[in-house]
T-cell receptor
Framework: GENVEQHPSTLSVQEGDSAVIKCTYS??????FPWYKQELGKGPQLIID?????GEKKDQRIAVTLNKTAKHFSLHITETQPEDSAVYFC??????????FGAGTRLTVKP | KAGVTQTPRYLIKTRGQQVTLSCSPI?????VSWYQQTPGQGLQFLFE???????NKGNFPGRFSGRQFSNSRSEMNVSTLELGDSALYLC??????????FGSGTQLSVL
């Protein structure tokens, strides 16, 4: 089955800097790659997603890139703010609701 | 629109007991998935239901079971609880089989 690896496990940046989180997946049939943000005491919340027929997608300060050949995708957060501090999860799926998640990255943005 | 609602929010049980968790999906969502979240294993897929039928199942023992009702509400049951079952159990509903909307979870502690 699908295996998703996520790096780094923790990331600390200064407010205003950029943050990058990287994931790799094993199954070349995976075609949907979402990113989730989980704040303390809450469930994960979808922040951006990308499909396998697209190489890059942006939404304000957040962007995701996908390299199908290398089977990796990345989350880029620019101009980070303290409220971006959370745990971020990447995921990959092959259609149906059988999402496989990375282990998570704890992002800390220092004011 | 109301989000995904999970009850109860916290639960304390002892080994050998059984527990039932409840999930009410977003109105109009017919797919409900369940995940187990632990610090060591991350987010692990339990099972997914669509129109009262289990469509996918993760790699968990038969002690973990679920069902879905005609109004799309779902329950999951864990029998003969073990210490290792202590975790945050997350329910997610979906309209398009891809974008998952998570509830805040039920924190289960097994003593």
């Amino acid at each position: 089955g699908e295996n998703v690896e996520q790096h780094p496990s923790t990331l600390s940046v200064q407010e205003g800097d950029s943050a990058v989180i990287k994931c790799t997946y094993s199954d070349s049939a995976s075609n949907y790659f979402p990113w989730y943000k989980q704040e303390l005491g809450k469930g994960p919340q979808l922040i951006i997603d990308i499909r396998s027929n697209v190489g890059e997608k942006k939404d304000q300060r957040i962007a995701v890139t996908l390299n199908k050949t290398a089977k990796h995708f990345s989350l880029h957060i620019t101009e980070t703010q303290p409220e971006d501090s959370a745990v971020y999860f990447c995921a990959a799926s092959i259609g149906r609701n059988d999402m496989r998640f990375g282990a998570g990255t704890r992002l800390t943005v220092k004011p | 629109k109301a989000g995904v609602t999970q009850t109860p929010r916290y639960l304390i049980k002892t080994r050998g007991q059984q527990v039932t968790l409840s999930c009410s999906p977003i109105s109009g969502h017919r797919s409900v998935s369940w995940y187990q979240q632990t610090p060591g294993q991350g987010l692990q897929f339990l099972f997914e239901y669509f129109s009262e039928t289990q469509r996918n199942k993760g790699n968990f023992p038969g002690r973990f079971s679920g069902r879905q009702f005609s109004n799309s509400r779902s329950e999951m049951n864990v029998s003969t609880l073990e210490l290792g079952d202590s975790a945050l159990y997350l329910c997610a509903s979906s309209f398009d089989n891809e974008k998952l909307f998570f509830g805040s979870g039920t924190q289960l502690s097994v003593l």
